[in-house]
């Protein structure tokens, strides 16, 4: 039983015990063949007095404990009340942090994809920068001065809805970083098997792409490479990463060499002296691949340095630096 309960039991049993033993008292009083009637007229009225006081002074007081009672519960209510009021209130708080730190690592994870595409594009970023590609000025940012006065409902409301603003930007945001991530990244190996360099450090073009007077028959024939006149036994290289598909003699070409960068490149080196790499073999750019020579339908020694996109000849010309194009 609680105090308020366990008083209000105790006054009303007080009350009761009181009225018995004013009843016992005035009884015997009233009983005592020895009293003068004259004494037992004076007790009597004082006896009932005092009774009605007391019983009086009981209901009162009892009156006053229910009173005290019925406001400790309706206070009690209100406890619980707002302690339910206050649970709430935390598990919403809980729950937006929990969202935050969420959103932060999203963020986080962005940051991360930013880098990575700053690194495959060779761009540096500035000093003292945060997170970039997040424009204009957020108008409805969050003010202390103006959430103070907002009730706590709005304000978590509020920031739901920042949250979820950020939430969707921020998905977005990955989704075109992951886009342009894959599309530089397909730029940048199309680049790195893209042929950018000359097939020797010396020489000089002797024969260009295209239609030319045959050197043996006299007749108008198609020229589907360059031929770069050096020095036999010249360094040979590839000019690009990618993987050797033949090595060895083929009718007119001689000692050929012919590699695959990928994406339907293709780069072909003929009239070799030697082959110093064998099909199979994976090359990078500059790798020596063999060396000059006049093997094959040749007129001296020189090499027949050849590009084809997807089994189409292209002007090989079109592919050596510009400094060695123009000799």
């Not at 404990?65 to 400790?72: H, K």
């Not at 932060?104 to 690194?119: F, G, H, V």
């Not at 990618?242 to 695959?260: A, C, E, K, Q, Y």
């Not at 040749?298 to 340095?305: C, D, E, V």
Request: glycine letters at 10%; hydrophobic letters at 40%.
């Amino acid at each position: 039983m609680r105090p308020v309960e366990d008083g209000l039991f105790i006054n009303e049993k007080m009350e009761v015990y009181m009225l018995e033993i004013m009843s016992k008292i005035r009884s015997h009083l009233m009983n005592r063949s020895a009293m003068p009637d004259i004494l037992r007229q004076i007790i009597t009225p004082a006896v009932v007095l005092v009774t009605a006081v007391v019983v009086y002074a009981g209901t009162w007081y009892c009156a006053d404990v229910r009173d005290i009672y019925a406001r400790s519960r309706i206070q009690q209510g209100e406890i619980v009340r707002l302690k339910a009021g206050v649970e709430k209130k935390d598990s919403q708080l809980r729950l937006l942090s929990m969202r935050l730190k969420m959103l932060n690592r999203k963020m986080a994870e962005l940051s991360d994809l930013e880098t990575r595409i700053r690194t495959v594009a060779g761009v540096t970023p500035e000093k003292h920068t945060g997170f970039s590609g997040v424009g204009g000025e957020m108008t409805d940012a969050i003010d202390p001065v103006r959430t103070a006065a907002i009730h706590y409902d709005d304000l978590a409301r509020y920031l739901d809805t920042q949250i979820d603003r950020l939430q969707i930007t921020s998905a977005h945001k990955s989704e075109s970083l992951k886009e342009l991530l894959n599309i530089l990244q397909t730029e940048k190996e199309i680049l790195s098997v893209m042929p950018s360099i000359s097939p020797v450090e010396g020489g000089s073009i002797s024969s260009g792409f295209g239609y030319r007077k045959s050197p043996f028959s006299g007749k108008r024939e198609f020229h589907t490479g360059i031929d770069i006149a050096d020095g036999i036994g010249a360094g040979v290289r590839a000019t690009a990463d990618g993987v050797v598909t033949f090595s060895g003699r083929r009718g007119t070409f001689g000692n050929l060499v012919v590699i695959d960068h990928g994406h339907g490149i293709v780069s072909m080196y003929g009239h070799l002296s030697k082959c110093i790499v064998e099909q199979g073999e994976k090359v990078i750019k500059g790798q020596a691949v063999g060396a000059v020579g006049s093997t094959g339908r040749s007129t001296g020694p020189h090499i027949h340095y050849e590009v084809r996109f997807n089994g189409i000849p292209m002007d090989a010309g079109k592919y050596l630096p510009e400094h060695f194009a123009k000799r």
